[in-house]
């Protein structure tokens, strides 16, 4: 990773770069909040019947965000009780949906996207549902360590209504004209996302892809690259083509149930389209192939295509570094390695003890590291897993030590060398040369640096 980034996942594609105006918008509204949820929970049931979820958890008093006369609730969920699969059917079938996400044998598993203490939360008070086994919720390696809630806050859920969004002037009709003639407001529309209530997860991870419960592996663009190319293997078995190809019909969806309870609701939800999936999932496999195949990052055009698609990672500035914070502490092997470093980096010394979680969680409380903590810090926001694993592409190929001639992989005995041998270097040589008398005899112009590297015979 270039630096502490924020992975936003969701069961379609969701991106604000991407996609139909109601999906960017959507996705510009779950992030504005100050405050920060591992888990979004997007209620995509337009009124007058919905929101829906929003009663089965019953938050407390909601927040106004100003984007929307629909409040957007916040859940703590430490005052949230316990509930039977027949109170809360929509949030048991949307937990099903996350649990079919990572239910595979594919890299990715659920402890590795969302903090341990969330899901050992969530066992609770939803008991029928099996998110994480008992035992499993902090992944092997990962040291048990006390929760801060900061911005990002692990215990907090995050139920956003769909924000209204005025029609453009392309998509009123007839009618809406005069409505709009009528009112002086253009009316307004929700855009539902496909399967009505979407889960989001949102997911802290450092420079070496930690994450609060586990790790991301490296190498996803290799295991995504030879992967058979099959449609249903990518989104069910690999389990990463989801946020970047529309998978049409998924298990778990909540569709059947709001239909169900509001008949006349189902003419205002988005339309399931014929087919498994949009297909750009074997798109992208190709185009990734093909890059790795031919090098293409050594040329321009090969370049361009990467960063074409790295270009929609966004640059956001946070109000606190504590979720990275604890992320290197719960890598580490002993509390009293996580001690140490909490003295020799921050200066916060606990009294001598055997309990060491407790010794843990009073450093955690300091002021003094709680202070160091509170600046602003710059990370990036990747939303899905195809720019992920672009990524991790471009910078194991940039890293990479390999000559501009021939592409072959070779060590630098010079931090500045570009070429493997003489001959390459030979070679790269008379290729410039010709390329500038070429230049010169179609009068094009040169590149000035080119021209000081070889300056013409007067």
């Not at 058979?228 to 298990?251: K, Q």
Request: hydrophobic share 35%; aromatic share 8%.
């Amino acid at each position: 990773m270039r630096r502490e980034s924020e992975l936003v996942l969701a069961g379609f594609p969701l991106s604000p770069f991407k996609g139909n105006r109601g999906v960017q918008e959507l996705a510009k509204f779950i992030m504005q909040p100050s405050r920060l949820s591992p888990v979004v929970i997007i209620d995509g049931v337009p009124p007058p019947w919905g929101p829906l979820l929003i009663d089965e958890l019953r938050p407390p008093p909601p927040l106004s965000l100003g984007l929307s006369a629909t409040p957007v609730p916040w859940v703590d969920l430490l005052a949230v009780p316990a509930k039977r699969r027949d109170e809360a059917p929509l949030t048991y079938s949307v937990l099903e949906s996350l649990k079919a996400r990572c239910a595979t044998d594919g890299p990715i598993k659920l402890p590795d996207l969302m903090p341990p203490e969330l899901l050992e939360k969530l066992e609770v008070l939803f008991p029928e549902i099996d998110l994480a086994p008992k035992g499993t919720a902090w992944s092997e390696g990962i040291l048990r360590t006390p929760s801060v809630r900061g911005r990002f806050d692990p215990l907090l859920l995050f139920v956003a209504p769909v924000p209204e969004i005025p029609y453009m002037h392309h998509e009123m009709g007839k009618g809406d004209w005069l409505e709009m003639e009528d009112t002086g407001e253009p009316p307004v529309h929700y855009p539902s996302p496909p399967a009505v209530i979407e889960l989001v997860t949102i997911t802290p991870v450092n420079k070496s892809g930690q994450t609060l419960g586990g790790a991301l592996p490296d190498d996803l663009w290799s295991r995504f690259l030879n992967a058979p190319s099959e449609t249903d293997y990518l989104h069910e078995v690999l389990g990463i083509a989801d946020t970047f190809c529309l998978r049409h019909e998924r298990p778990g969806a909540p569709r059947e149930i709001v239909v169900k309870r509001h008949p006349k609701a189902e003419r205002y939800l988005t339309e399931i389209a014929p087919g498994y999936c949009e297909g750009r999932c074997l798109e992208e496999q190709a185009i990734m192939a093909e890059f790795e195949e031919e090098k293409q990052w050594l040329e321009p055009f090969g370049r361009t295509i990467a960063q074409q698609r790295l270009k929609d990672i966004e640059e956001v500035q946070v109000q606190d570094s504590l979720a990275w914070e604890i992320i290197k502490g719960r890598h580490q092997r002993l509390y009293e390695a996580e001690l140490s470093r909490l003295e020799d980096e921050y200066n916060v010394k606990t009294p001598p003890t055997t309990d060491m979680f407790s010794a843990l969680q009073t450093a955690y409380a300091r002021r003094k590291f709680l202070d160091r903590l509170m600046g602003p810090l710059v990370v990036d926001r990747i939303w899905g897993w195809q720019l992920l694993m672009w990524l991790q592409l471009w910078q194991a190929r940039e890293s990479a030590d390999h000559c501009l001639e021939c592409g072959q992989p070779f060590e630098k005995s010079v931090a500045n060398r570009r070429y493997c041998s003489e001959g390459c270097q030979r070679a790269a040589k008379n290729k410039n040369q010709a390329r500038y008398r070429r230049n010169r005899k179609l009068d094009k112009p040169v590149d000035p640096r080119y021209r000081r590297r070889y300056p013409a015979k007067r």
